[in-house]
């Protein structure tokens, strides 16, 4: 999560802001419907006798509603796209992991709790939507502070992924999206200034170094972040 927000395109994705949210949002509620409503229909075909609902149809579409385009976004690099459609997929992609967790988290809430109203859903969304964004913009700033006054690789790399995991492990506790506040924290404008300031008596290129502890982490994400509600590590 944080590598891929790191090296995105910030003026690209603002620019498609209203697209991307319109994705990783309503698209996210709409596949979650479509999903949830056959599933739960098939079941009631297959199964009558089975008990199955509606609410447990709706937190399995929760379950695979996201979208991991890690494929798509490494083709789309070698084909050399725009960089527009790029950002467009991979931008929806780092929010709607996001927006699919909260709603596994709520729907789940509701399949194993105490009844509630929509509204009372609606605001707890945005509650843990919006205080995810706001600790990953926290984060990103009182982490630009910092690395603006060091000159060391070592440790300006060293505070860069203390902010990755640290702001996903702080909002796990705060009991806030910590896929969203990760996501916010890499993408803070100030990830640019420390593209800039990571020092340059060094050759290996600033923006290499969030890419390897991604590597080991592709194939077992999509496998991982389905299993608990909480999701994985950055």
């Known amino acids: 999560l944080f590598e891929a927000a790191f090296n995105m ?5 603002i620019k498609n802001k209203v697209a991307i949210t319109a994705l990783a949002v309503p698209g996210v509620v709409a596949a979650i419907a479509i999903a949830g409503t056959g599933t739960a229909i098939a079941v009631w075909q297959l199964s009558p006798q089975a008990g199955f609902t509606l609410q447990q149809g709706l937190v399995f579409g929760a379950l695979v509603a996201a979208t991991d385009p890690i494929a798509v976004v490494a083709i789309f690099r070698e084909l050399h796209v725009p960089p527009r459609l790029e950002t467009l997929v991979e931008g929806e992609s780092l929010v709607n992991d996001g927006t699919s967790i909260v709603f596994f988290s709520l729907l789940l ?3 194993a709790g105490p009844a509630t109203s929509t509204g009372q859903l609606v605001l707890q969304f945005l509650l843990v939507v919006g205080g995810g964004a706001f600790l990953g913009f926290a984060a990103g700033h009182f982490a630009s502070m910092l690395i603006a006054r060091i000159d060391d690789a070592v440790i300006e790399i060293t505070l860069t992924m ?12 705060v009991g806030v999206s910590a896929v969203i506040a990760t996501v916010v924290a890499a993408m803070y404008r100030c990830a640019r200034t420390w593209t800039l300031r990571l020092s340059r008596q060094h050759n ?11 590597f080991p982490h592709h194939p077992v994400a999509p496998l991982t972040i389905r299993s608990p509600v909480s999701g994985p590590p950055p």
């Open 204 to 214: 290996a290129p600033p923006t290499a170094f969030p890419h390897y502890p991604a």
């Open 9 to 13: 395109d910030g003026d690209v994705f």
């Open 162 to 173: 203390i902010t990755a995991y640290g702001t996903f492990a702080l909002a796990e506790q």
């Open 109 to 111: 809430g509701v399949v």
